[in-house]
């Protein structure tokens, strides 16, 4: 919470480039304190506002401070927002943020303050969490002055309480994303960040513990590493209208803030408000007078039929809303801002309010829009321009599931799973070029790990999930990386955590098979209505296809990165492993009669999965992939894979030499967008989350298999362009290279012939291929006739 003019300032302070670290801090040389609020329980909910006053006889020119808090903090610098953190990690990898305030510094008395809080029993899974406390340390003797400890005062926000604590069971889901915020406007200490205001009873902090970085300390609370990723960008958003009332009558003027609302006393009412997209966003809500008033702030992705089921989801006849929400309750104060700690997911947003003795005015309701900092640098068009809106949606649902850390949904969960996160991680690699999440994640999962050897599931996580065919998707994407990146000695660093997966998979071989054999925790798969709780037949019993072809398909990854790093011993093994198991596999799994792989050598059941994985790794033979993949494409009696694993379908088509079908596989996509979605969903309706990226993969595929840009050697060094048009008459992709731009314009001649100009930085190679016809390529502007 804060004063009006605040929010407009910080759209501009929390794009702050990140600043470097003192490396004495990185050796364990902090005189700040980690300080908290003395006598309440260190562990529960709470939120607590921290500030010190400070004189400076100049204004400088640098002034650099590093940040951190359990769980959260927001930095005020003269009444100024800065930067929000700290960007999530664990214990042992706890973050800070290193800014540069002198911006916000002035000659004189200076105030710097911090909104703290913990959500306690409260927090997102995502979060996870010691005690309450806060840190601020300066990156040198010239801003030590400001180091919390002696100085510092504390305060207590009891004006907040948590609510919407039920949201799974409202909505029938696992929704782990935290409370909404309950805020009595009567006992907010308004003013508290700017200078000036009176914090004579404010109590003085308590310290609890030296701040350490990683590789000291003895007794540590929290082990300290520098951010990894750029701040978090945010941006005014507008809400687009209203789509419903009831009991008042308003145009929705108020929502561009200069026609305030006035909602009578005594009154309840309800204005239904369409963002008309989905989006993540700081909601702020400025309100006048409304002296016991009570406003409630509902947010969703889709409104509801009396079924449960969402339909259309620009149609809001019969429908009603249902999901988390926040509750402000004004003190009749002017220009009061209500502003929720955390960030919400929505398209529509509905006002409940109820009006006491005074009028409340509604002077202005926006989105300060909020994300990792992507900029986009790719692009994609052709003569089907309806691909362009699948591209624009599949972006923004990418966007919106990208943050501190990726989210496989920014509604319901807001955690990073591997498998998930492969496929986002390709997504930014094309569309932007920057790599700083996706090597945030690989760290992620790679800090995860169990004493097994296997990583978690999903990570950061305060609730222990492991999901074995994940942790395969970890080394898949250490191998992406490698692929798409010269950074070798990020990479080695992985090999023997990999060596850890492998080898437990390598563990649970059925020697009488040759096969996986059983295998506990939790092996997912796909939401695929034939896989109960996500899991193929013969993932936890044993002997699925499915699960030896992917831990097959990893080994093979594996053998070219061992070799890669002169590991010739541990490449030799996965490779002649992975032969193994995929002579074996074929053998006891696949059906000569229904020309597909069955699911496990019991040849009861049969999906799409376990073709696609026996093309993938080359178990079916090259001369049957076409065949087996035409099944995949048409035989309806095989279970079907979902959005999410059509990835790996369009990897087979690619191996198989039918990318050229991909164009006509977007029927998916096309129907999403049909129902009215703005962001590409979980699953075929009914789906819980209208937000999903790992249905994002068009963005990808439209530069990698239409336009047919992939890495051919390690590090991008070389570069592949086989393009796949299928029915399409031309196409034009942009794709960031490491060293440049890769620009690829496509027209076809006649029925077999194309015409191809393509521009390459300069000192990148490669290939081009089309229907069979190789011409090498170099760095620079070329023109091709085939």
Wanted: hydrophobic share 35%; net charge neutral.
């Amino acid at each position: 919470m804060k004063t009006a003019a605040t929010f407009f300032l910080f759209i501009i302070t929390c794009s702050l480039n990140a600043q470097e670290v003192n490396p004495s801090l990185l050796n364990n040389n902090w005189s700040a304190s980690w300080i908290t609020c003395p006598d309440v329980p260190q562990r529960d909910y709470g939120v607590y506002h921290f500030r010190k006053t400070f004189n400076l006889d100049h204004q400088p020119q640098k002034f650099i401070v590093n940040i951190s808090a359990d769980n959260r903090y927001r930095l005020f610098v003269n009444g100024k927002a800065v930067c929000s953190g700290p960007a999530r990690g664990d214990l042992y990898n706890w973050y800070f943020e290193t800014v540069d305030i002198a911006p916000y510094l002035q000659n004189g008395s200076n105030t710097i303050a911090a909104l703290v809080w913990n959500m306690g029993v409260y927090a997102p899974v995502a979060q996870v969490s010691n005690q309450t406390a806060f840190v601020l340390q300066g990156n040198t003797d010239a801003e030590k002055m400001i180091n919390t400890g002696e100085g510092w005062k504390v305060f207590h926000n009891i004006s907040y309480t948590p609510c919407s604590t039920d949201n799974g069971s409202r909505l029938h889901t696992y929704m782990v994303i935290g409370p909404g915020d309950q805020v009595d406007a009567s006992t907010y200490p308004w003013g508290w960040e700017q200078p000036g205001f009176n914090d004579a009873n404010w109590l003085s902090i308590k310290k609890i513990a030296s701040p350490v970085p990683v590789g000291y300390g003895s007794d540590n609370l929290w082990t300290l590493q520098p951010r990894n990723i750029p701040l978090m960008r945010e941006k005014m958003q507008r809400i687009a209208l209203v789509r419903r009332t009831n009991g008042i009558n308003t145009n929705g003027d108020f929502l561009q803030g200069t026609h305030p609302l006035t909602i009578p006393a005594n009154q309840t009412v309800s204005i239904l408000l369409d963002q008309s997209f989905n989006t993540v966003a700081y909601p702020e809500l400025i309100v006048s007078n409304g002296k016991g008033a009570s406003i409630k702030m509902t947010y969703a992705e889709a409104l509801f039929a009396k079924d449960g089921k969402k339909g259309n989801r620009n149609e809001i006849d019969g429908k009603n809303i249902n999901g988390n929400y926040d509750i402000f309750m004004p003190d009749g104060g002017a220009k009061r801002l209500f502003r929720p700690l955390w960030q919400r997911t929505y398209r529509y947003m509905q006002l409940d309010i109820t009006t006491k003795d005074q009028p409340l005015v509604i002077d202005d309701l926006y989105g300060s829009a909020n994300g990792y900092p992507f900029v986009v640098k790719a692009s994609f068009s052709s003569n089907d321009e309806s691909l362009q809106q699948i591209w624009d949606i599949g972006w923004r649902t990418a966007q919106l599931c990208a943050g501190e850390t990726y989210f496989d949904c920014p509604y319901y969960e807001q955690l990073q799973y591997e498998g998930d996160t492969r496929i986002q991680s390709l997504i930014s690699l094309y569309v932007t070029g920057d790599d700083r999440l996706m090597r945030k994640a690989i760290l992620d999962f790679y800090h995860s790990r169990v004493p097994e050897g296997l990583t978690q599931g999903r990570y950061p996580s305060n609730r222990l999930q492991v999901i074995p065919p994940f942790s395969l998707f970890w080394v898949s994407m250490v191998h992406d990386y490698w692929m798409h990146r010269k950074d070798e000695k990020f990479v080695a660093d992985f090999l023997i955590p990999i060596t850890g997966v492998l080898d437990w998979f390598e563990k649970k071989i059925d020697p009488s098979k040759q096969m996986l054999g059983p295998m506990k925790w939790w092996s997912f798969v796909d939401w695929n209505n034939a896989f109960p709780g996500g899991t193929p037949d013969g993932a936890m019993d044993g002997n699925s296809s499915i699960i030896t072809l992917q831990y097959v398909n990893t080994l093979q990854q594996a053998a070219e990165l061992f070799a890669f790093f002169g590991k010739t011993h541990e490449a030799d093994h996965y490779k002649q492993l992975a032969a193994t198991l995929s002579k074996a596999t074929y053998a006891q799994c696949f059906d000569i009669k229904k020309g597909v792989m069955a699911n496990t050598l019991l040849k009861k059941t049969f999906s799409q999965h376990a073709s696609i994985l026996s093309v993938l790794t080359g178990c079916v033979p090259q001369t049957g992939m076409k065949s087996v993949m035409q099944k995949v494409l048409y035989d309806t009696s095989l279970s079907q894979a979902t959005f999410y694993y059509r990835f790996y379908l369009n990897r087979a088509l690619k191996k198989a030499g039918m990318a050229d079908l991909y164009y006509s596989q977007l029927t998916p996509w096309r129907g999403m967008i049909a129902n009215g979605l703005t962001t590409f969903a979980e699953n075929p309706d009914p789906t819980r989350s209208d937000c999903h990226a790992w249905s994002s993969s068009p963005n990808y595929d439209f530069l990698a298999t239409i336009c047919g840009i992939v890495p051919a050697s390690p590090g991008f060094a070389t570069v592949r362009i086989e393009p796949a048009l299928g029915e399409l008459v031309n196409a034009t992709g942009i794709m960031p290279h490491p060293d440049g731009f890769i620009n690829v314009a496509l027209v076809r001649k006649g029925k077999d012939g194309i015409e191809a100009q393509i521009n390459l930085p300069a000192h990148l190679t490669g290939e081009f291929i089309w229907k069979g016809k190789t011409v090498k390529l170099t760095g620079g502007s070329q023109k091709i006739n085939l």
